[in-house]
C-alpha cells in the first residue's frame, strides 16, 4: 500500500551535485525509515544514506561529508542532497522504505522505488 516515486536523477559533470527526491503515498501506513541505495553495472546494490522515524541517519563511508538525507515526515518526502560527485560512470539510485501498516503488532515491509539514474562523468 505504499509507493515511491523518484525524482532528479541526471547527467554530471564530477564535482557538481545532484539533489534526489523521493515521495512515498499511500493508505494507513506508519513509516519507520526510509533511504536510498544505489547500484552500478556489476555492482551489488549498497546502502547509500538512510533516516529512521526517530532521526536516526546512517551513511555509506564513501559518502560522509558529501550526502545528505533528510525527511518530511509530513509529506513523506525524503531527500538526498549529493555534492561533489565522484565521476564513475552510471549508478541506478532507488529509495527504499520501511513501513507497517498503523495498527498495534503489525509486521514491516519494504517498498522500493522504480530508480532512477545518476551518471557522473570525468
Known amino acids: 500500500q505504499v509507493q515511491l516515486v523518484e525524482s532528479g536523477g541526471g547527467l554530471v559533470q564530477g564535482g557538481g551535485s545532484l539533489r534526489l527526491s523521493c515521495a512515498a503515498s499511500g493508505g494507513n501506513v506508519c513509516i519507520s525509515r526510509m533511504g536510498w541505495y544505489r547500484q552500478a553495472p556489476g555492482e551489488e546494490r549498497e546502502l547509500v544514506a538512510t533516516?529512521?522515524?526517530?532521526?536516526?541517519?546512517n551513511y555509506a563511508a564513501s559518502v560522509v561529508g558529501r550526502f545528505t538525507i533528510s525527511r518530511d515526515k509530513v509529506s513523506n518526502t525524503v531527500f538526498l542532497q549529493m555534492d561533489n560527485l565522484k565521476p564513475g560512470g552510471a549508478a541506478v539510485y532507488s529509495c527504499?522504505?520501511?513501513?507497517?501498516?498503523?495498527?498495534?503488532?503489525?509486521?514491516?515491509?519494504?517498498?522500493w522505488g522504480q530508480g532512477t539514474q545518476v551518471a557522473v562523468t570525468s
Open positions: 533516516t529512521t522515524s526517530g532521526g536516526t541517519r
Open positions: 527504499n522504505t520501511v513501513w507497517s501498516f498503523c495498527v498495534p503488532g503489525a509486521g514491516a515491509h519494504e517498498t
